[in-house]
């Protein structure tokens, strides 16, 4: 039987998604593609929003911005067997951004505005048009998902360039002193603007890690970890089409793909629980495509969680792969971090198998771990501090 998925969190204004210092702060996925690809049937779909949606372009201006739950299994059986009635998921912000033009790097259709509003975000769902529908128009004037995820990562391109071009213009004036470590900025610029140039991006992460130590004011676009989501209609051949042309043009470049029916999906985030958990049975539907969006979204922000039960509650902490307990305690709240004295760990594997924590503890399972202890991916914790 499928639990119903958690009512989310609301917000109306677009909150910049950032890191203070090594603290995880709000992280943030963009929606972006052409006018018309259904990045906002998608987002309602996501979200429940309720934001407006029209057949013309520019429909959004101000992005809207919905907070979604991570499905994950593991909640509830952890929570189950703890015996908790209080279950928070872990979660994902979405931003849903107006749909860029040809020319937006030159300010067409808004474009700098919209620009600037992708680098506010930590990773891109590229939303591509894969349906036919006379009703909605195409601002190419015909269904080409290749030709338009190509535009928009033209763009992209250009804009980032322009981007380089300037980081680069100030380093090379702060060099002429000779300062070893601008020269060290000067090779670094110079080398990601010839590899943007070149065209299609491959290497983003290492990309992404140059810039991040050499020049992060350059805030680049198309080094964002990046997921396609291609909306396609009901089936067809055309579909299938479509989807393998998709794949192939974004497996070039290392991108992943899911293909939705986000007009479907979004019908469906409508319904109640049960008649949703009907639908899909009817139709034959195993798994909820937008689940698939969700996890692949967390899976881009490198996010792992790790669970904390307290007071007849369960809560999935998505933090950063690579923190401390110490980093981990502060996710909670900022005295677990200050006055941190010991984590009280089980992984989740092993909770489920022993059944409760006396008998973790009695098998070995249970370990008391320091503040340098690097947090795994499902372990449930609990931490002690002094006030």
Request: hydrophobic content about 40%; proline content about 4%.
């Amino acid at each position: 039987m499928r639990t119903s998925r958690p009512s989310p969190v609301i917000t109306l204004s677009c909150l910049t998604a950032i890191r203070g210092g090594d603290r995880l702060t709000s992280l943030q996925v963009g929606i972006v593609g052409l006018p018309n690809a259904g990045k906002t049937t998608l987002f309602n779909a996501l979200s429940r929003a309720g934001a407006l949606v029209a057949s013309y372009p520019f429909t959004t201006v101000d992005p809207n911005v919905g907070v979604v739950a991570v499905p994950d299994a593991r909640l509830d059986a952890v929570a189950g067997l703890a015996d908790c009635g209080k279950r928070i998921p872990a979660s994902v912000r979405f931003v849903d951004i107006a749909g860029l033009v040809e020319g937006a790097s030159k300010g067409e259709g808004l474009g700098n505005r919209f620009l600037a509003n992708i680098r506010d975000v930590d990773a891109v769902l590229h939303v591509v048009r894969g349906f036919e529908a006379p009703d909605v128009s195409h601002v190419a004037g015909d269904v080409n998902p290749v030709r338009d995820a190509e535009l928009i990562e033209t763009e992209l391109r250009l804009a980032d360039l322009q981007s380089l071009s300037r980081e680069l213009s100030k380093a090379r004036q702060a060099a002429k002193g000779g300062d070893r470590e601008c020269r060290v900025r000067v090779e670094c610029i110079e080398q990601v603007e010839c590899e943007v140039n070149e065209g299609t991006v491959t290497n983003r992460e290492l990309l992404s890690k140059r810039l991040d130590q050499f020049a992060p004011e350059a805030r680049l676009l198309t080094v964002k970890p990046t997921l396609v989501v291609l909306n396609v209609g009901e089936g067809g051949g055309e579909s299938v089409t479509h989807e393998h042309e998709m794949i192939e043009w974004a497996a070039a470049r290392g991108l992943p793909v899911v293909t939705v029916n986000a007009e479907i999906e979004a019908e469906l985030a409508e319904l109640d629980p049960e008649e949703m958990e009907e639908f899909e049975r009817e139709m034959g539907i195993e798994e909820e495509s937008l689940e698939r969006v969700v996890r692949e979204s967390y899976r881009l922000l490198g996010l792992i969680t790790f669970f904390s039960i307290d007071s007849g509650m369960c809560q999935a902490w998505p933090i950063p792969l690579g923190y401390t307990a110490s980093k981990a305690a502060g996710r909670i709240h900022t005295d677990f971090e200050r006055g941190f004295v010991k984590a009280e760990v089980v992984h989740q594997d092993d909770f489920l198998a022993c059944g409760c924590f006396s008998v973790a503890k009695d098998e070995g399972a249970l370990r008391i771990e320091g503040r340098d202890y690097i947090v795994q991916d499902g372990d449930v914790i609990h931490f002690k501090f002094a006030t």
